[in-house]
């Protein structure tokens, strides 16, 4: 003996509504991600904003264009008078950074 048409009906609706349930839950899920993927995307913007502080002590193998690449500061030697010759730059040399996200 067959089942009634009403009784497979409602399984089937059962069926579709717990399928929808999950697609739903799976959505919420990689919304959350997608939303912690921006939140750390938004972290590195950040941490690239303030990859130097604005009084800048000068490292080993570093030089004035290597400095202003990774500060954004293009204008190091016009805001730092003591600086008279750009190839003079040594470790420990203290530097004032203005950073200009213009590219960002």
């Known amino acids: 003996m067959g089942r009634p048409a009403t009784e497979v009906a409602d399984k089937i609706s059962w069926y579709c509504v717990a ?43 570093e030089t004035l264009q290597s400095i202003s690449e990774k500060c954004g500061d293009p204008y190091i030697v016009e805001f730092n008078p003591h600086i008279h010759d750009p190839d003079d730059v ?13 590219n960002l």
């Open 19 to 61: 399928l929808l349930g999950v697609m739903l839950v799976l959505n919420f899920c990689e919304s959350t991600t997608t939303s912690e993927d921006q939140m750390e995307k938004l972290d590195v913007i950040s941490l690239m904003r303030r990859a130097c502080d604005e009084i800048y002590v000068v490292g080993e193998r």
């Open 90 to 102: 040594f470790p420990g040399l203290v530097i004032k950074i203005t950073p200009h996200f213009s």
